[in-house]
């Protein structure tokens, strides 16, 4: 079987999509995937930010995925 990924979603309304691929960044969630010191790694796949956002008025969403790693 392939390598698995990671998913970190960040959901925002009336947002800037780069806001929300910031906000994963900025409050670490990828380092939950990451190995402490001095363990076997538990996660080797890639980690995908993927940010969506609504906005109200319009009734439409965006969507923008990074690779972290």
């Known amino acids: 079987m392939g390598k698995k990924h990671g998913i ?3 959901l925002k309304i ?3 999509l780069k806001e ?3 906000q994963i960044k900025d409050r670490g969630y990828a380092l939950r995937f990451k190995e402490k010191f001095g363990e076997k790694p538990k ?3 890639r ?3 993927v940010g969506i956002s609504y906005e109200k008025k319009t ?3 965006s969507c923008l995925v990074e690779v972290l790693s």
């Open 59 to 61: 009734k439409r969403h």
């Open 20 to 22: 929300t691929i910031q």
């Open 14 to 16: 009336d947002s800037m």
């Open 47 to 49: 980690i995908l930010a």
């Open 43 to 45: 996660f080797t796949g």
């Open 8 to 10: 970190i979603l960040e």
